[in-house]
C-alpha cells in the first residue's frame, strides 16, 4: 500500500480548557491569539471552530493562519426541547453550517443543550426521562439537522451527558429515526463511558455512521465514586474527571481499532486537564493521538 492510499483520520483539538474559568465559561474574555499559538505550538495543526459573533469567516480563517491552524468541526447546542424556539433554532442551526461552510468545513457536532437541571445533578442515569419531551427534542432536532445538512454540512450526533440526550438507549432513538444523509454519529469516548456505555462496542456498532469523534479518557471511579455519593455533574468533573487519552480507564486503542480505517475527525477534548495547564494537556494529547494513528491530515 502507497502512503497516498494510506486512509488517515483528520485530528484537531477543543481549546475549551483556555476558557473555562473560575467564573465559568468565558470565550470572550480569553486571548484567542495567544490561545491558538499555544494550540499550534503543542502539536496541534487544527483547531475546533467556534468565531464569536461579528468575526466574519475570512476573518476567522486569518486569525487561524496566522497561527499556522486550519479549522476543526466546532459543536451546535440548542434547547430542542422547547416547541415554541422550534423555527429560531432552525435558523441558527443553519446559520451555523453556513458559517462551517465557508470555513471550508463538511461536519459538525450537534447536541442537545446542556445543563438540564436534573441530569446535572444526577448525571449520567438518563433522570426524568419524559416520551413526550424527547420526542420534541426529536422533531427540532431532525429539522436542524436536515437545514444544516442543506448548507454542506452534516451535523454529527453529540450524545454528553447533562442534556436530554444522554444515554445509549436516547442516542439509538435519535440514530433509529433519522437518515445518514442529514444526521452522522458524533461520539465522545468520556461522555459514553461516565453513561455506563462501552464507547468501543458502541463505535464498533454504529462505525459505518460515525462522521467525527470526541476523543477525551476518564477516571472511571470518580465517576462510580460521584454517582454513589450523589454528587453533581460540576462536582464530579471538578474531581478531575477527565485525562487525556491514555491516562485513564477508557480502552483508547480499542476506541481507534473499532473505528478501522476513519478518515474523520478525532477531536481531543479534555473539558479539565488533569494536568498543570491546558498547554501541557494537549501535548499529552496530540503526542498520544500521533503515536496511536498513522497521521494527520489536516496537516498542510
Known amino acids: 500500500m502507497t502512503e497516498a492510499s494510506i486512509v488517515r483520520p483528520r485530528v ?18 480569553a486571548d484567542l491569539p495567544e490561545i491558538l499559538r ?12 467556534d468565531p464569536q459573533p461579528g468575526v466574519s469567516a475570512t476573518e476567522y480563517l486569518a486569525l487561524l493562519g496566522d497561527a499556522g491552524l486550519d479549522p476543526a ?3 451546535f447546542q440548542a434547547k430542542f426541547e422547547d416547541a415554541d424556539a422550534a423555527a429560531e433554532i432552525t ?17 459538525i457536532f450537534i447536541a442537545a443543550q446542556f445543563g438540564d437541571q436534573l441530569r446535572t445533578l444526577a448525571p449520567g442515569t438518563g433522570v426524568g426521562y419524559d416520551p413526550a419531551r424527547f420526542d420534541q427534542v426529536l422533531a427540532t432536532l431532525t429539522r436542524a439537522a436536515s437545514a444544516m445538512a442543506a448548507e454542506g454540512v452534516v451535523p454529527c450526533l453529540h450524545q454528553h451527558v447533562g442534556t436530554l440526550v444522554e ?31 462501552d464507547p468501543v462496542a458502541f463505535i464498533r456498532q454504529h462505525r459505518d455512521r460515525v462522521g467525527a469523534v470526541h476523543l477525551k ?10 454517582r454513589d455519593q450523589g454528587a453533581s455533574y460540576f462536582e464530579i468533573t471538578g474531581r478531575h474527571l477527565w485525562t487525556e487519552p491514555g491516562r485513564g480507564d477508557v480502552d483508547m486503542d480499542g476506541v481507534l481499532a473499532a473505528l478501522g480505517d476513519f478518515d474523520g475527525w478525532l477531536i481531543a477534548e479534555v473539558d479539565i486537564p488533569d494536568t498543570e495547564t491546558p498547554l501541557h494537556s494537549a501535548e499529552i494529547s496530540a503526542r498520544w493521538i500521533g503515536e496511536h494513528t498513522r497521521g494527520d491530515r489536516s496537516e498542510r
Not at 12 to 26: A, K
Not at 41 to 49: D, E, L, N, T
Not at 91 to 107: I, K, M, N, P
Not at 217 to 226: C, E, I, L, S, T
Open 12 to 29: 484537531g483539538v477543543n481549546p475549551l480548557p483556555w476558557y473555562l474559568t473560575p467564573h465559568g465559561f468565558d470565550p470572550a474574555g
Open 38 to 49: 499555544q494550540v499550534r505550538a503543542s502539536g496541534f495543526r487544527a483547531v475546533h471552530a
Open 73 to 75: 468541526p466546532g459543536y
Open 91 to 107: 435558523e441558527q442551526a443553519r446559520v451555523t453550517a453556513a458559517v462551517h461552510a465557508a470555513l471550508g468545513l463538511d461536519r
Open 167 to 197: 444515554t445509549q438507549e436516547e442516542t439509538e432513538r435519535v440514530l433509529a429515526a433519522t437518515d445518514p444523509s442529514f444526521l452522522l454519529l458524533g461520539p465522545d469516548t468520556g461522555h459514553l463511558t461516565w453513561a455506563g456505555v
Open 217 to 226: 479518557d476518564v477516571h472511571r471511579q470518580v465517576a462510580v465514586d460521584g
